[in-house]
């Protein structure tokens, strides 16, 4: 069974940082891409980043040069660093286990998700 716990959010003024981090277990970390998503009130869960087993990145221009993904392999876990961050930036983040092979830029290519944690930011 494979498990996705996240965690770090939280309320944060604008300009400020936050950093996400999300515990895996059930299969084999270090072997699968990781990647968040965020979903804000009556939209769409979008893509925000993703990492591959390879340490590979891939962002989407939204977030492109304030977020950074990481991944601690003997960890488990997966971060993501949030700087200059803004209202617009307010979601409940998820992060979430790739299928192998897939790209990672997309909801379909995940297969596994966490319960998702709430990131607001004030103006």
């Known amino acids: 069974q494979v498990q996705l716990v996240e965690s770090g959010g939280g309320l944060v003024q604008a300009g400020g940082s936050l950093r996400l981090s999300c515990a895996a277990s059930?299969?084999?970390?270090?072997?699968?891409?990781m990647g968040w998503f965020r979903q804000a009130p009556e939209k769409e869960r979008e893509f925000v980043a993703t990492i591959s087993s390879g340490d590979s990145k891939y962002y989407a221009d939204s977030v492109k040069g304030r977020f950074t993904i990481s991944r601690d392999n003997a960890k488990n876990t997966v971060y993501l660093q949030m700087n200059s961050l803004k209202p617009e930036d307010t979601a409940v983040y998820y992060c979430?286990?790739?299928?192998?092979?897939?790209?990672?830029?997309?909801?379909?290519?995940?297969?596994?998700w966490g319960q998702g944690t709430q990131v607001t930011v004030s103006s």
């Open positions: 979430a286990s790739s299928r192998l092979g897939y790209s990672g830029a997309y909801y379909t290519d995940y297969d596994y």
């Open positions: 059930g299969r084999t970390f270090s072997s699968y891409r």
